[in-house]
């Protein structure tokens, strides 16, 4: 008797960890990311993260930038092309003054600019934040009417219950 209840508390806990987040999505902390490989506009992919319940990644601390490395590397296999990973940050509202598009905070402490970025280098400018897995997934300021890849990420789902606790 002792050792099923043992069993029942564990299939409890991995059932939890795996599973508060939707189908497709991966967990880190206290949030779920999804990585698109479709390509779309630094807008629709905005859109298309909403559908999901959630927008275009935040990147808040080291924490979170080490899992996203991780994680992109271990789902996408073209990691190292030259083509950036849109993120939800953006200064379109006024030029460099970079926040997080949803919550309009600023940017943190956090900062992971690749060297020389933001430049602003396209003639139709460059407001919208992208990763750059070939420069060691640092950030960069894109034009946002390129076509990328995307991350969402949205919160736990809530009121979830496992159901190996259901039976
Ligand atoms: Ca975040
Ligand atoms: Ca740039």
């Not at 080291?62 to 994680?71: D, H, N, P, T, V």
């Not at 030259?82 to 006024?94: A, E, K, N, Q, S």
């Not at 598009?101 to 396209?122: H, M, Q």
């Amino acid at each position: 008797m002792y050792a099923s209840g043992v069993a029942v508390v564990l299939v409890f806990i991995v059932g939890q960890v795996a599973a508060d987040c939707p189908n497709g999505f991966v967990t880190n902390g206290t949030s779920c990311y999804l990585f698109s490989i479709l390509q779309a506009s630094w807008i629709q992919a905005m859109k298309i993260c909403t559908v999901h319940g959630g927008e275009l990644a935040t990147v808040e601390s080291a924490q979170e930038e080490e899992f996203l490395e991780s994680y992109i590397r271990s789902v996408w296999n073209g990691w190292n092309q030259t083509d950036g990973i849109w993120l939800g940050g953006t200064d379109l509202i006024v030029e460099n003054e970079w926040m997080w598009a949803v919550s309009k905070e600023p940017f943190g402490e956090f900062v992971r600019w690749a060297p020389g970025e933001p430049n602003s280098i396209n003639r139709n400018g460059e407001d919208c934040l992208d990763l750059l897995p070939h420069k060691n997934f640092h950030w960069n300021d894109e034009n946002c009417g390129s076509l990328l890849n995307f991350v969402c990420e949205r919160s736990l789902l809530e009121g979830y219950i496992p159901p190996s606790v259901l039976g």
